[in-house]
């Protein structure tokens, strides 16, 4: 917020909700204490603007409005894996989406996280799907903290309701393989997916990296992945 000097008054100026906003504050730029009043008017003239006064009201996007047109084209794809947002909000849209950004309350973020934390895996290849993980959970409340985060920086929402939602703690999943798993599960394979797991093991890439395209992939991807490729043809 800045009050300046123009035809002998003090303005308020400020840019909220993407517009720049010259209101008088009604103190001429006289002594010190008309500039401390016409500072003390320019914080009521800022609630009057956000209240809806001056002829102005504030145009707050719904949440799918505001990820589909701002927050996805601007920063998700600037991510590497930008699937992983898509993924999150799969889930938020249906229980966020229609509603306004300033309309979401602490109690909305709560039961949220309470209904994904009753939804069970969506993977189609586990015959008795489970609950999702907490840290699962913890993921999608902290991306959404984020998005929320982002619509207050754009002064479309003035406090984040996420904020107040606190982080839950979480055991990690073990997913290593011990020497004898490894041993067992190359022993179960032909000569030629001995070698695919191996690479595999031995560089730590994911298999959908493995089988993507690496020129999408991370420099040290694609550096691993050059120097097995010439090792498979010195081997063959």
């Known amino acids: 917020m800045a009050i300046k000097k123009r035809n002998g008054r003090w303005i308020f100026v400020q840019k909220i909700g993407g517009k720049l906003h010259r209101v008088s504050t009604g103190y001429p730029v006289a002594t010190k204490a008309t500039k401390e009043a016409a500072g003390r008017r ?129 055991a990690v999943r073990e997913r290593l393989l011990t020497e004898a798993e490894q041993a067992e599960l190359l022993r179960r394979l032909s000569p030629r997916f001995q070698r695919f797991v191996l690479f595999l093991l031995g560089t730590g890439v994911r298999l959908e990296e493995c089988r993507g395209d690496p020129t999408n992939a991370r420099p040290s991807l694609v550096r691993a992945l050059g120097s097995s490729h010439r090792q498979v043809r010195k081997d063959t």
């Not at 985060?149 to 754009?154: G, T």
Request: proline letters at 5%; one cysteine or more.
């Open 42 to 170: 320019a914080t009521e003239i800022e609630l009057e603007i956000r209240a809806g006064m001056h002829g102005w009201t504030k145009d707050v996007p719904t949440v799918e409005r505001y990820w589909s047109s701002t927050y996805r084209p601007t920063y998700t794809l600037q991510k590497r894996a930008p699937q992983r947002d898509d993924q999150v909000m799969a889930h938020a849209l249906p229980f966020f989406g229609s509603l306004r950004l300033d309309a979401v309350k602490k109690s909305d973020c709560e039961r949220c996280l309470n209904q994904r934390r009753a939804a069970v895996s969506a993977n189609p290849r586990r015959k008795t799907p489970g609950r999702i993980a907490e840290g699962t959970v913890q993921r999608e409340r902290s991306f959404l903290h984020a998005l929320f985060q982002q619509a207050v920086e754009d002064q479309l929402i003035d406090r984040n309701p996420w904020r107040g939602v606190e982080r839950q703690g979480y």
